[in-house]
């Protein structure tokens, strides 16, 4: 397994825009997919988009044509760009992976489909 490190959590005015970075320590090789999770008080944490290691993305319908993920796995990191930001996208953001494992091909789907988490970072949107 890997270890995460989120950064780039702040307040913003709902319109306003951040961009999240997760840095991942360890082989970045032996990651299968990588992706960005939220939650808030009283909730499970919910996906909100996942890239794998081939490229290929998947996001929350919510925040479909808002939100960009990308990684540049030479710099073991993963990013997260936010636009358009409302008060309803406000919560704990996690960076979570899930490892290559010979034989699956799909995960982070669901906080079952993860194996490694960040610490978490707050996003915060209000006027």
């Known amino acids: 397994q890997v270890q995460l490190w989120e950064s780039g959590g702040d307040s913003v005015p709902p319109g306003g825009s951040l961009k999240l970075s997760c840095v991942v320590s360890g082989d970045y090789k032996s990651i299968l997919c990588v992706a960005w999770f939220r939650q808030t008080p009283g909730k499970e944490r919910e996906p909100v988009a996942r890239?794998?290691?081939?490229?290929?993305?998947y996001y929350h319908d919510s925040v479909k044509g808002r939100f960009t993920i990308s990684q540049e796995s030479a710099k073991n990191t993963m990013y997260l760009q936010m636009n358009s930001l409302t008060p309803n996208d406000a919560g704990m953001y996690y960076c979570?992976?899930?490892?290559?494992?010979?034989?699956?091909?799909?995960?982070?789907?669901?906080?079952?489909?993860?194996?490694?988490w960040g610490q978490g970072i707050q996003v915060t949107v209000s006027s």
């Open positions: 890239i794998y290691t081939n490229g290929l993305r």
């Open positions: 979570a992976s899930l490892t290559r494992q010979p034989g699956r091909r799909t995960g982070c789907q669901s906080s079952a489909e993860i194996d490694s």
